[in-house]
């Protein structure tokens, strides 16, 4: 290609996807549809401008998933990862045989050969990586049960592409011949080498990442050359690309278990912002290749077959996700939004029919008639999520999550609130009875528009971003009150803060025990545990109904704190599960003692100023 084409098809390809894309959000089919009607208009179906290069463009578009799984697994820690295991296996493995089994099944009755069948099944048993996890992240379903159920289920298929690309081979005519030309050096290997030589791959990226990638990040970042610093990210994510191809794995797989393992270092935020241009950019190419690559010519001489594949493959993979949903326990609503998000076919669907044809598993015929019957599904994808949003979501009655901009700040002021629910309302109202300036930020719009009605200066945002926290008056600010409600979200506020505004003081709300000892092996010091003033005020009320005098009830409360969170601070170091119970022991035994001790003393508890009739009474309000 010269260098005027180049340029000549780039303009095509930025033309189509600036004119469409926002139109296409505007009408509320989102994003990913719009890059995929702007393929439609550039290729072969209509103005013709890129002609059948689609498939070419797609094998460079593709690195845009493998970036979008970096970035999600640098949000992913491995202890989220660990909590989702059974979802990941249960659901992904049950999703997977099934289907595959059922779409066999299937080809079998319809005539044709076991072999052939079976290839089928594995061909269209995945769902589309980049465009349901595109969705998810843009309408903001990533954190729901559905979500949550999809983002397992892609995973364990990004996983199952390793074993069908060793299957698939068997299932050719040729199976037993050689391949001695095949460009995979790993799958010519013996079949327990092949196992070795893919686990050795994964245990590598483990290894570095924990052992050289963060410390040659580390010498990197003290250059202070924001411009090298992306550079040693695009080198990370290439290197392990070509690492996981060569090897026969999934790109995929090996750049989201790379970004698992730096999601704990302390450059995974600055690595997500510098990768995000790129993954945008390349998977709206993607999508835009999808587009060109929809065979029209086929769907025009053959319309009820391409259109009853499509039905018929969705049908089956929407029923089959449904009963896993169920088995799982969804909610309706969720299992509906679970079902539909993944009924479509994956753009490794691609890759394995390419993979197919080579080995002669598939006639040529067939692969073109999957190949749009494929590109199709993913086209209709997003029109099954507006369905969900505008029918099934209103008919059920679950909150359609908004896409409101986060709101301009005008105003400076020395303490800043973060989450403003019943935690932070209290704490609020407290500093601005003592007349003391708060920027108060929360993501719940619902509950910022109530508030403004009530007299309440609350703006809408995201608090754990960096920019809304510059536009908030972090630099100047003295205080910064973390309130809000998802555990996970204050420690990546903790970091964020920490990183780009020392300075700010961090006092930190926490619910359990398990999130204190997150947060102080974070380097947090002002932990306020919402549930320990109530439990222990209820303990004081309940000393006093039982005649216990005031001030040794109080006195108790006092001690039980102290020690309490001196024994919190040594906990929060152990790991081992062993330890923690015996250590646990040890401290509930001593506290125990402490406190009898302190009640023997009787001198303590004759104080006048403490006794009933001395206190003042606390105001009903209270």
């Known amino acids: 290609m010269d260098q005027q084409t180049f340029y000549l098809e780039a303009l095509v390809y930025l033309s189509a996807a600036v004119l469409l894309v926002p139109v296409a959000k505007k009408a509320g089919l989102g994003s990913i549809l719009g890059y995929i009607l702007a393929g439609v208009l550039i290729g072969p179906a209509a103005l013709n401008l890129v002609t059948e290069k689609g498939s070419d463009v797609m094998h460079v578009a593709e690195f845009g998933v493998v970036m979008m799984l970096f970035v999600i697994g640098l949000e992913l820690e491995p202890s989220l990862l660990w909590k989702l295991r059974k979802s990941i296996v249960g659901m992904g493995g049950l999703q997977i045989l099934l289907t595959i089994f059922a779409i066999a099944g299937i080809a079998v009755l319809l005539g044709n050969n076991v072999k052939l069948s079976l290839a089928i099944g594995m061909i269209v048993a995945s769902s589309s990586t980049a465009i349901v996890l595109q969705t998810l992240q843009e309408k903001g379903y990533f954190k729901t049960e559905a979500g949550q159920g999809s983002f397992s289920v892609l995973l364990f298929q990004d996983i199952a592409v390793i074993p069908m690309l060793a299957i698939l081979p068997l299932l050719s005519p040729m199976s037993g011949r050689s391949h001695p030309g095949h460009n995979n050096w790993v799958l010519q290997q013996p079949g327990w080498l092949q196992t070795l030589i893919m686990l050795g791959t994964v245990a590598a990226i483990f290894f570095a990442g924990r052992y050289l990638v963060r410390p040659f990040l580390r010498i990197v970042a003290s250059s202070q050359v924001r411009e090298v ?19 026969g794995l999934s790109p995929a797989l090996g750049a989201f278990l790379a970004g698992v393992v730096l999601a704990n270092s302390e450059f995974r935020h600055e690595l997500k912002s510098d990768i995000e241009p790129f993954k945008g950019l390349l998977l709206g190419l993607f999508f835009i290749a999808v587009g060109i690559t929809i065979n029209f010519r086929l769907i025009v001489n053959l319309p009820w077959l391409v259109f009853g594949l499509v039905a018929g493959i969705m049908a089956v993979k929407a029923l089959v996700l449904f009963c896993v949903g169920r088995l799982f326990r969804l909610n309706l609503d969720q299992n509906l939004f679970f079902s539909l998000a993944l009924c479509q076919v994956g753009e490794f669907a691609f890759v394995l029919l390419s993979f197919s044809r080579q080995e002669n598993i598939i006639p040529a015929n067939t692969t073109d008639l999957l190949m749009a019957s494929v590109a199709i599904s993913m086209a209709l994808t997003p029109l099954l999520f507006l369905l969900y949003e505008k029918v099934i979501q209103r008919r059920f009655g679950v909150t359609e999550p908004g896409d409101r901009k986060a709101d301009a700040i005008p105003e400076k002021n020395p303490v800043i609130i973060a989450g403003f629910g019943d935690f932070g309302n209290t704490v609020g109202r407290f500093l601005k009875a003592h007349d003391i300036g708060t920027t108060i930020l929360d993501i719940d719009s619902d509950r910022v528009d109530f508030l403004r009605k009530i007299g309440f200066k609350v703006y809408y945002g995201d608090a754990s971003r960096r920019d809304l926290l510059e536009a908030a008056g972090a630099d100047e600010a003295l205080v910064i009150l973390i309130t809000i409600d998802d555990p996970q979200k204050r420690l990546e506020m903790i970091e964020t803060i920490k990183k780009h505004f020392p300075r700010l003081k961090i006092l930190v709300r926490t619910r359990s025990r398990n999130d204190a000892y997150d947060q102080m092996n974070a380097g947090m010091l002002n932990i306020y ?11 004081i009320d309940t000393m006093k109904m039982l005649g216990f005098r005031t001030y040794s009830s109080f006195r108790a409360a006092q001690t039980f704190r102290s020690y309490d969170e001196k024994a919190l601070k040594k906990l929060s170091a152990i790991r081992d599960q062993k330890q923690y119970i015996n250590t646990s022991r040890e401290f509930i035994e001593e506290l125990e003692k402490i406190i009898q001790s302190d009640r023997s003393m009787r001198s303590l508890a004759i104080e006048k100023g403490w006794e009933e009739e001395g206190l003042i009474r606390e105001s009903p309000g209270d």
């Open 229 to 247: 610093f992306t550079a040693t990210t695009l080198l990370l994510v290439v290197g392990i690309t070509l690492l996981m191809t060569q090897v």
């Open 529 to 539: 545990r919402e549930t320990l003033d109530a439990a222990l005020r209820m303990g």
